[in-house]
């Protein structure tokens, strides 16, 4: 039975999956990039359905570091964690769109200017670990 998620449960789906397009868009950083990747995240992340959509589109958006790429994802990392086990208890036939949804946002942003960078691709094994990590 899905039980709906309150405002703090919403805003870690959201800094989860908002924080992983930026992990990955800030692990290779460039101003025209930026703008590629934004795009990206923006088509993938729209793809939400259900308690997914309702968290990424309701309330405020999240509040990210970006002085370093350790402290995004000192945020970012625990968020995912979180978000799945939040999923879990609450709507459990979620979880696997959830990790989905993440993992497309993160590699569509990737690949959106020049390519997967060595970077990139480090900052979506972090993601994908943390997407499973609390299975």
Known sequence: M???LTDDERLTLKTGA??????????DPGVLGVIRESIAASGALANASGTVKEALTTGPLPRLPR??????ESVVLPALRQAVLILREK???DVAAYRSLVLAAADQV?????GVAPAEAAAI??????????A
């Open 67 to 72: 002085d370093s790429q350790l402290e995004i």
């Open 2 to 4: 899905e039980q709906r």
């Open 18 to 27: 908002f924080g992983a397009v930026f992990l990955v868009s800030n692990a």
């Open 125 to 134: 094994d972090q993601i994908r670990g943390a997407l499973v990590e609390s």
């Open 91 to 93: 709507s459990p036939r």
């Open 110 to 114: 990737a690949r959106a200017h020049d």
